[in-house]
T-cell receptor
Framework: KAGVTQTPRYLIKTRGQQVTLSCSPI?????VSWYQQTPGQGLQFLFE???????NKGNFPGRFSGRQFSNSRSEMNVSTLELGDSALYLC???????????FGEGSRLTVL | TQLLEQSPQFLSIQEGENLTVYCNSS?????LQWYRQEPGEGPVLLVT?????EVKKLKRLTFQFGDARKDSSLHITAAQPGDTGLYLC??????????FGKGTSLLVTP
């Protein structure tokens, strides 16, 4: 079956802009998590959604937000971009939150 | 605060050598997972260990969960170039989030 699909794969933005990233989970998976990966900090948890409800949120500022739709697809948004937001944003889905995550290839964001 | 510390950060070895990667924490986890990430891709789950003292083998890879469920190790026997990648450990507890270590970057040269 198809894996986790993230779009876009690469994007370049400038400071102050906003960005929306999309994630389509594996069919049947209702839990979607988002992680930010940087060389210095590794993978940092952003938030997790299950059946359109945010169940947990990491320690990120309010500029980072997300949502999940009824078909389990998810989006995350970052407003007022800062240089430090440059990172690989990874989406992962799981079945009934078994704890075993299936990751997409990520969206690499560069903020200039 | 990084709950999971992985060592070493970088490891460069020749094909055929053995290696061990460590994942340590002061926190107890209900389970611990190991992932491998290759350049340009997302992490891929290798194994989940749940019981303290548990040992799991995946071909040439041996995973061990500490008795106190605070640490884990990954041992690779006779490493091959295809083992090259970033090895990540991740601890799970309540809250629907995994706590990842920063990873061990492994390079296996022919």
């Amino acid at each position: 079956k198809a894996g986790v699909t993230q779009t876009p794969r690469y994007l370049i933005k400038t400071r102050g802009q906003q960005v929306t990233l999309s994630c389509s989970p594996i069919s049947g998976h209702r839990s979607v998590s988002w992680y930010q990966q940087t060389p210095g900090q590794g993978l940092q948890f952003l938030f997790e959604y299950f059946s359109e409800t945010q169940r947990n949120k990491g320690n990120f500022p309010g500029r980072f937000s997300g949502r999940q739709f009824s078909n389990s697809r998810s989006e995350m948004n970052v407003s007022t971009l800062e240089l430090g937001d440059s990172a690989l944003y990874l989406c992962a889905s799981s079945f009934e939150n078994t704890g075993e995550l299936f990751f997409g290839e990520g969206s690499r964001l560069t903020v200039l | 605060t990084q709950l999971l510390e992985q060592s070493p950060q970088f490891l460069s070895i020749q094909e055929g050598e053995n290696l061990t990667v460590y994942c340590n924490s002061s926190s107890v986890f209900s389970s611990l997972q190991w992932y491998r990430q290759e350049p340009g891709e997302g992490p891929v789950l290798l194994v989940t260990v749940v019981t303290g003292g548990e040992v799991k083998k995946l071909k040439r890879l041996t995973f061990q969960f500490g008795d106190a469920r605070k640490d884990s190790s990954l041992h690779i026997t006779a490493a091959q170039p295809g083992d090259t990648g970033l090895y990540l450990c991740a601890g799970a507890n309540s809250g629907y989030a995994l706590n990842f270590g920063k990873g061990t970057s492994l390079l296996v040269t022919p």
